[in-house]
């Protein structure tokens, strides 16, 4: 076995957690402290015992609600200590038949390079039967490691190093306990002992310190699924279309294309080739799927007059985009990394855009033409003539939105929602639903834009910690702007303020006026659903869809968000046309609520303030 002295950068710790609040968090905050090294990420889990792991009855349903609002607020506790730590924080909750198989389970799935387990003095035979189960069959890689919270206590049962013991408790964050103990940073040396049996695997990257910094947020951490070799990364050549190119910054290309190519090795496939890599539930077969092209800056440059300021239709936080006009005649429009914002964080922001639209293909989400590489960061889209569904709301487009549009509006945006977090072959939250990243194609079809902020999630994950809180004001979710926590239900409470936009002709924030949720609200709760409509409307709406879109946007906006529909659910209900099968559908939802609500002691303590 090779010995180690530390914990390897970006290695997996999967930390198995209890409902016992002060003992869960003396255990993550020992883990973050000592354990973690800078760039590890921490999985806490917690399993939940049931007999049929498929199928679960409604007193698990209930359960598996609870343990997932104090998994988000046992998080939220420990975001600024993670952040301050350099360590990844994520929460998930999971099911099986025992808890050492979930605990073993997730340690595979993960690839986790540690597997701790809380213990006490109190420890049961069910505790030695849950160290035993990882002990066997968690992977040979995984070193299985027990902590006791009173006194430091660490078994690496698969070395077989002894029992170590520390006189003082383990200290924990200021929340749990107002005491600091010093010495706890006494017990690395025991740790350091338990690191050189870790079985380290090699991994020999030659990127320099900036690509890897910047792969933190890169499409290849936001696209974990697809792997870049070595070779890949450092060996990939690349000539431009254009004859005209020598004057720019080799090197600097070069960097940039062979992180991109490994990252989408089908872009950049022979000419005229089609992507072979289908994603599931997307409506477009392989023959339809569009050709890619990495366009040479010249070509842009021409399409867009030199950049002229006059073809600018937009600008956004680290990008502007022009309209431009290609050779064969298609409209486009170009997406260029602002000059002044081109740091880092930016330009990792701009390349999880083209990592994330490299994995959609869906009618409800932007049309990627293809990119550049030369003289700055380019993403080509195909041109949506009506603008974005913010121009067309607040009237700076001139064009006017009837009540049919607009619900047609509402369908697409939660089709490309529903498809982003079910049907895409890997879980995408998207992070900043708003009226200005929806684009209106050709009878106002709606498209999803700006993947910037997108993060990827894998399926066995049911939550993700992230910072630093990025996106726009009044459309947060509250879970995630108090702690950083998000999942697919961040996206469905954005969606339930862009319903209310949608309605309402009001924007989410203005000055002169209350928020939309501070004014929607009351008339929500007291049934004056015909005072959200537009006024420009008038009586041109159609009462049993404002019915149906004001429901849904009700349920979407709720605090908790296990209380809030999913997407799947919404859809449905968009879809249906039978007033009283939409009624029972609702009313189900409501009755789980209402389940949830009856033993409401850890909700009611672990809910997060709106």
Known sequence: MEIMEESEPGSRIVVG???????????????????????????????????????????????????????????????????????????????????????????????AKFLI??????????????????FIYAPKSCSVVTVRTENIELHDLRSGIGKFEEEDNLSSSSKWHNKEKHHLFKSQSIIQKIFKAYSKKEKNH??????????????????DGIEVSSQQATNVTFSSPSSNSSSINRSNIWRRLSFVKGLLPSIFALEGSTMKEGDAGSNYTDDQKPLWRC???????????????????????????????????????????????????????????????????????????????????????????????????????????????????????ARGLHYLHKCCR??????????????????????????GLAKWLPKHWSHHSVLPIEGTFGYLAPEYF??????????????????????????????????????AKPLLEAGKIYELIDPVLGDNYDENQLKRLVQIASHCIRQPSIWRPSMSEVLNVLSES????????WKILEQEIDEADDDSSVLTEFTLPY
């Open 17 to 111: 957690i209890s409902l016992n609040a002060q003992a869960s968090a003396e255990l993550l905050s020992w883990v973050i402290r000592v354990i973690a090294k800078p760039w590890d990420t921490i999985v806490a889990i917690h399993i939940l015992v049931c007999k049929e792991e498929r199928k679960l009855h409604s007193d698990e349903k209930r359960k598996l609600r609870k343990a997932k609002a104090f998994v988000i607020s046992l998080l939220g506790d420990f975001v600024r200590m993670s952040q301050a730590n350099q360590v990844m924080l994520e929460g998930n909750v999971g099911v099986s038949s025992s808890i050492g198989r979930g605990l073993a389970q997730e340690a595979a799935l993960s690839e």
């Open 117 to 134: 387990i809380g213990t006490s003095r109190n420890s049961n035979q069910k505790f030695f039967e849950i160290t035993s189960h990882c």
């Open 206 to 223: 030659s990127l320099s310190k900036s690509m890897s910094m910047s792969e933190k947020s890169s499409p290849k951490a936001v696209l």
């Open 295 to 413: 366009f040479g800056y010249d070509e842009i440059s021409v399409a867009t007059d030199n950049f002229n300021p006059e073809n600018m239709v937009g600008r956004g936080g680290y990008a502007e985009v022009y309209k431009g006009t290609l050779s064969d005649g298609q409209t486009v429009a170009i997406k260029r990394l602002a000059k002044a914002k081109a740091n880092e964080n930016k330009e990792s922001e701009f390349l999880t855009e083209f990592g994330i639209l490299g994995h959609v293909c869906h009618p409800n989400t932007a049309y990627l033409v293809g990119c550049c590489i030369e003289n700055g960061l380019y993403l080509i889209f195909d041109f949506c003539p009506n603008g974005t569904l913010a121009s067309a709301l607040h009237g700076k487009s001139g064009v006017f939105l009837d009540w049919p549009a607009r619900y047609k509006i509402t369908v697409g945006i």
């Open 426 to 451: 890997h879980r995408i939250i998207h992070r900043d639903i708003k009226a200005s990243n929806v684009l209106l194609g050709e009878d106002f079809e709606p498209q999803i834009s700006d993947f």
């Open 482 to 519: 108090m702690h950083g926590v998000i999942d697919e239900k961040t996206d469905v409470f954005a969606f339930g303020v862009l319903l209310l936009e949608i309605v309402s002709g009001r924007r989410p924030v203005d000055c002169s006026k209350q928020s939309l949720l501070q004014w």
């Open 578 to 585: 039978d007033d009283l099968r939409e009624s029972q559908r």
